[in-house]
């Protein structure tokens, strides 16, 4: 059957605040594609799905956020009076327990009580609902199942029949078949269904092939469909670990990127990252501390077994990769060291309901890590959902900083938008105007940079 060639370049000039601003349907570190909708960032790269490409690295979405356009000095740092340190030892983690009672009431005495007391045991049942086992906790398989080495185009292609018998993707995109696969998947779990959106005006061939990924990918629990995921994701994690080998001879003698993990306050502590998708290969290859134990969720069967199998080619023996519903998720064994969230409440309807509790759940000492990328829709997404929990927080006692991307200070050295509230040592409290002090001057920030947003400078860098 005659191949048909396309080309999917997906931008869109929208409203935003009163005046244009520039939208695309990438977020960073999306990980929930089926419930996605666009968020707003500064940039529009061109998505687009070609065949006879040689790998579906070339459709990756690039990690790294570029600098704002206008880059103050922005970072600041307000810090309660120091307490003395309590004695927490995180213990290892990885999975998650399944609900067994209803939570405390979040910042209830109870909740804060719970994080500071160590918990009995070490070890953890299996994970909730829709989880599977992690990286550290895999039992042994062959060497293919085991991402040692990638499936086949021809197992992909039969796995693909298995799942969807009357789909013709594969007399579509004939021998681009599993790059087409992966492109599409993948675009999908950034973009949502704004992917779809943006594929209609291609020929009906094209739209409904990759309709059939879609519908496939959502089909998570049904076994023939859950495999060709884990099958995709696995070819797509090979793909990208070539790439990534690539860039490493690149960049040598050279300064790489901007980091996007904040350290740990705790070595040897539990770093949580909320639904960072895809993007965590890179941190498993460049960011990731060997003295802390780092758990990444996504819901996912295509991006959990893309991330195993880049863990494993990594050699990144601390990191692993969870399938769960975010908003199932239990209080660990023992207090988190680090809870990160990048676009998490945008892309997961409740969850900055779910980040209230979860706040509970770190270690006096330890840090909750809010990112974004460094645009006005994404920061005003920042205030209206998690700006109740901030202040909340601040008011707790918990130390407030913030920064954005490319400014000088502590936390704006990355490559995102970092904000970062840590729990005090002991207990603390903060009058409700020095909390509301605090808080304003974010929002001020905030304010300033908007007013110096220029929604088209990108197309004069």
């Known amino acids: 059957m005659r191949r048909i060639p396309a080309l999917i370049l997906v931008a869109a000039l929208l409203p935003s605040s009163g005046r244009a601003q520039v939208r695309v349907g990438i977020a960073a570190e999306a990980g929930l594609g089926m419930s996605a909708s666009p968020a707003p960032v500064t940039t529009a790269p061109a998505l687009q799905i070609t065949p006879s490409s040689p790998a579906a690295a070339s459709l990756t979405p690039s990690l790294s956020a570029p600098a704002p356009l206008v880059t103050p000095a922005l970072a600041a740092a307000v810090r309660p009076a120091a307490a003395a340190p309590a004695n927490i030892v995180p213990g290892a983690l990885s999975a998650i327990k399944p609900a067994a009672a209803a939570p405390d009431k979040p910042g209830s005495d109870s909740a804060r009580a719970a994080a500071t007391a160590l918990f009995d045991g070490t070890a953890l049942s299996a994970p909730a609902i829709g989880g599977g086992p992690s990286v550290r906790d895999s039992a042994p398989e062959d060497r293919r199942s085991s991402g040692l080495s990638p499936p086949t185009d021809a197992e992909l292609v039969a796995a693909y029949r298995a799942a969807a018998p009357k789909s013709q993707a594969v007399e579509t995109f004939g021998r681009d078949f599993v790059a087409m696969a992966a492109g599409a998947v993948q675009k999908y779990t950034f973009m949502g269904n704004y992917f779809l959106e943006g594929l209609k005006s291609q020929p009906l061939a094209i739209y409904r092939a990759a309709a059939d990924f879609i519908s496939t990918h959502d089909k998570r629990e049904e076994p023939a469909s859950r495999r060709f995921m884990e099958l995709l994701g696995r070819w797509n994690a090979f793909q990208d670990h070539g790439r990534e080998k690539l860039l490493a001879m690149k960049r040598l003698g050279q300064e790489g990127p901007p980091r996007n993990l904040p350290p740990s306050p705790m070595p040897g502590g539990e770093y949580w990252d909320m639904a960072t998708g895809m993007n965590a290969q890179s941190f498993m290859y460049r960011e990731l501390d060997p003295a802390v134990n780092y758990s990444f969720f996504d819901y996912s069967p295509f991006v959990v077994s893309y991330l195993k199998t880049a863990?494993?080619?990594?050699?990144?023996?601390?990191?692993?990769?969870?399938?769960?519903?975010?908003?199932?998720?239990?209080?660990?064994?023992?207090?988190?060291?680090?809870?990160?969230?990048?676009?998490?409440?945008?892309?997961?309807?409740?969850?900055?309901?779910?980040?209230?509790?979860?706040?509970?759940?770190?270690?006096?000492?330890?840090?909750?890590?809010?990112?974004?990328?460094?645009?006005?829709?994404?920061?005003?997404?920042?205030?209206?959902?998690?700006?109740?929990?901030?202040?909340?927080?601040?008011?707790?006692?918990?130390?407030?900083?913030?920064?954005?991307?490319?400014?000088?200070?502590?936390?704006?050295?990355?490559?995102?938008?970092?904000?970062?509230?840590?729990?005090?040592?002991?207990?603390?409290?903060?009058?409700?105007?020095?909390?509301?002090?605090?808080?304003?001057?974010?929002?001020?920030?905030?304010?300033?940079?908007?007013?110096?947003?220029?929604?088209?400078?990108?197309?004069?860098?």
């Open 311 to 461: 863990a494993e080619l990594a050699g990144a023996k601390n990191a692993a990769v969870v399938e769960a519903d975010l908003n199932k998720l239990t209080r660990p064994a023992k207090p988190l060291a680090v809870l990160r969230t990048k676009n998490a409440a945008h892309y997961v309807p409740g969850f900055d309901k779910k980040l209230e509790e979860m706040a509970d759940w770190i270690a006096p000492g330890g840090q909750l890590v809010i990112q974004n990328d460094p645009s006005p829709g994404q920061r005003d997404i920042i205030i209206e959902k998690h700006g109740p929990l901030i202040r909340r927080l601040i008011a707790e006692g918990w130390e407030f900083e913030y920064g954005f991307s490319g400014s000088p200070g502590n936390w704006g050295g990355y490559g995102l938008d970092t904000m970062t509230l840590t729990r005090p040592k002991a207990a603390s409290k903060k009058t409700p105007e020095e909390a509301l002090r605090e808080w304003a001057s974010y929002e001020r920030a905030v304010q300033y940079l908007e007013r110096s947003f220029n929604p088209l400078g990108f197309l004069f860098r």
